[in-house]
């Protein structure tokens, strides 16, 4: 199995710093990653929002791959539905160019109210929205002339410019709907499900991959077991030190969903993260893994909204030292 870290440069207010500061240690975490044996860094994609989650992934993306050389760069997710396909194409060539062909492409239609409204675009269109940006993609990366008549985008004989390396990025769908599972079945994509999909899910896109004449035993599925992982020798010390900002994460993805947040730190569910030594994470991850059946990858938060830098980078050297070797 490998292993790879999620990155959101995220500067909450109640630890806010200098944003130069914060891109610097996410760039840096991205880059100690690659060299203490991760296999993929990727990054998530959300706009204006308070804590400045990251709404611009292709130049944080190139800024990794020019610190790095080998560790894979993915998009977990990318906003399909609220970016033109042919500038994102275009913006994932040159990345993919750039980073050596090291690029992993996910996207996914967006939940967030505040986004389409932001960007005139009416939220119940996100998923045919995205359907033809898979369909646009595919077509683009290719090569040669193509075209496209659809309800949203429509235009006749053009060519991608600079293309990416043959044959293009991986794409991925995330989610963990069935309109989700069968997307990817359907155009032979792989799949990464949301925190907390069903295995029946995953066992919908398998035998979609199938009817539509695609081998399921070579498409990965990368699953998020946990919103985050936090490696310390202490399990009670390390809650201590990591839980408020755990707190704070679901509380805003609650917030972002429409749901009420957790009235006091204290109703956090533990059981939600791992927390604690590495052999107790290690088993944590085999229990959340094996109901999903054949999964290639798992990913996690490599740092909580606001953590000290220094304990992500202290919790990511104690997952690679003791907790991947169990999965060779």
């Not at 500061?21 to 998530?44: P, Q, R």
């Not at 906003?79 to 090291?102: I, N």
């Amino acid at each position: 199995m490998k292993f790879g870290i999620w990155l959101d440069f995220r500067n909450p207010v109640r630890w806010r710093q200098p944003w130069e500061e914060v891109y610097e240690e996410s760039l840096s975490l991205a880059t100690g990653a690659e060299e203490l044996g991760f296999e993929s860094v990727w990054l998530s994609e959300h706009h204006l929002t308070e804590d400045g989650y990251l709404p611009s992934l292709f130049p944080a993306l190139t800024a990794i791959a020019a610190r790095t050389r080998d560790i894979r760069l993915g998009t977990a997710m990318l906003l399909a539905s609220l970016t033109h396909p042919l500038r994102l194409a275009e913006d994932a060539a040159v990345t993919d160019l750039l980073s050596g062909g090291r690029l992993e492409l996910g996207l996914a239609p967006g939940y967030r109210d505040e986004e389409f409204q932001l960007f005139g675009v009416d939220r119940t269109q996100r998923g045919a929205r995205t359907e033809e940006t898979v369909e646009i993609l595919q077509k683009a990366f290719r090569g040669g002339l193509f075209s496209h008549s659809g309800k949203h985008f429509s235009f006749d004989r053009v060519t991608l410019t600079p293309a990416p390396r043959s044959p293009g990025p991986p794409l991925w769908i995330g989610g963990g709907s069935k309109a989700a599972a069968l997307r990817a079945g359907r155009h032979g994509l792989r799949f990464m499900p949301d925190l907390g999909t069903q295995p029946e899910i995953l066992d919908l896109y398998r035998q979609t991959l199938a009817a539509h004449g695609h081998d399921p035993a070579a498409f990965g599925v990368t699953a998020i077991v946990t919103p985050g992982v936090y490696v310390c020798e202490d399990a009670e010390q390390g809650w201590e030190e990591v839980k408020e900002h755990y707190w704070y994460l679901l509380n805003t993805f609650q917030e972002w969903f429409g749901n009420p947040g957790l009235p006091s730190v204290d109703d956090l569910p533990r059981e939600l993260f791992l927390v604690g030594p590495p052999d107790v994470v290690a088993e944590g991850i085999r229990e959340r893994v094996k109901p999903l059946g054949d999964v290639e990858r798992v990913i996690f938060f490599g740092r909580a909204p606001g953590l000290p830098a220094d304990r992500a980078t202290r919790s990511l050297e104690l997952f690679a030292e003791h907790v991947i070797p169990q999965f060779r």
